[in-house]
Structures are given as C-alpha cells and as structure tokens.
C-alpha cells in the first residue's frame, strides 16, 4: 500500500495521512490499522500505536507482525513480563490458526525464546 512505501522510506507523516486516507475510503480494515500503527510507532506515538495494534489484531497474521512490531517499544508493554505475555498471546493466536500437525501438547508456561527482527533492518524509531 501506499501507506507502507512510505512508512518504509521513513515518511512517516505522510505514510499516516495515507493509511487515515485509505481507512475513510475502505473502513477499518485490520491491515490498515496495523499499518497505521507501525506508522505511529515510529513518530513515537506507542500508547496510540499500541491500541491501534491491538484493535488490528483480529487475524493470526496481522497479530504476529503488528503487536510484534509495536510492542517492544511501548513503555510499559516492551518490558520484558509484559514482552513475555504478548509473546505468549501470540504464540497462541497462531496455534489457534494453525492446523493440526501432530505436535504434542506444549507446556504453556515453559520458557519461550523470542526474537524480534525489524522489517527496516534496523531503522528502529
């Protein structure tokens, strides 16, 4: 989308007029949301760039790339306790998602190992 080219090239004001632009044409579609938060994100926005990607997240795929992105630099929820439930939040979303593969059952309170990889290759706001 347009809001995302511009998100990635790092314009950020602009890339915020285009997804409110899209979202008055379109709705509130969940992708759109996302992507606004991202977009909040890195103006430094968390608190609103947080709500905005828990509104999104309605869709196994939606979750895991925009709580993910948004999360770890919201104050209070990119501690790590907090990191950890939304790591397991996710976790969950996707094996709700997911089909039957034969896994056996896992531990929900064992350790998880979570990595963060910023789609901008290291251009963190």
């Known amino acids: 989308s347009l809001g995302e080219a511009l998100w990635r090239s790092n314009r950020l004001a602009d890339s915020v007029e285009a997804y409110e632009e899209a ?3 379109l ?24 709500q905005l990607a828990q509104e999104a997240a309605t869709e196994p795929a939606v979750v895991a790339t925009h709580l993910a992105g948004v999360a770890p630099y919201h104050p209070e929820v990119g501690e790590g306790a907090a990191l950890s439930q939304v790591a397991r939040a996710l976790r969950a979303g996707l094996e709700a998602s997911s089909e039957d593969l034969g896994q056996a059952a896992r ?13 901008r290759f290291g251009a963190h706001p």
């Open 107 to 119: 531990d929900p309170e064992r350790r998880l190992r979570v990595g963060f990889l910023s789609s």
């Open 23 to 25: 979202m008055a044409l």
């Open 27 to 50: 709705g509130r579609h969940p992708l759109l949301v996302g992507g606004l938060a991202l977009a909040r994100c890195g103006q430094g926005r968390q608190e609103e760039a947080w």
